[in-house]
């Protein structure tokens, strides 16, 4: 697993071969806004996944883009 800086230097948290073409961001957001934490992964040129503290969303609207997955989750899915 790698990181990537954005021309805006910003940067993605995880990204790499194995998880093409889907970006993972980790914010420690527990409320409704989560949107707005997702701006560097849905400016990349990956599909993107917020890793959240609570937050489950997977609607990807063209507002938000990305999807809103509780870190656990994701943890739970790498352990398996």
């Known amino acids: ?6 021309p805006s230097r910003k940067e993605i948290d995880f990204i790499g071969p194995r998880l093409a073409p889907v970006a ?3 914010k420690y957001t ?3 806004r989560w949107a707005g ?6 400016a990349s040129e990956h599909l993107g996944v917020l ?4 937050v489950l969303d ?5 507002e938000t883009g990305a ?3 509780p870190a656990s989750f994701l943890a739970y899915c790498i352990d398996i």
């Not at 934490?37 to 849905?42: L, P, R, S």
């Not at 890793?51 to 609570?54: G, H, K, P, V, Y």
Request: glycine share 6%; hydrophobic share 40%; no cysteine.
């Open 24 to 26: 993972i961001e980790g």
């Open 1 to 6: 697993m790698l990181y990537q800086r954005t």
């Open 67 to 69: 999807w809103a997955v």
């Open 58 to 62: 997977t609607s990807a609207t063209t």
């Open 37 to 42: 934490e997702a701006v560097t992964v849905n």
């Open 51 to 54: 890793a959240t503290r609570t």
């Open 30 to 32: 527990d409320a409704g």
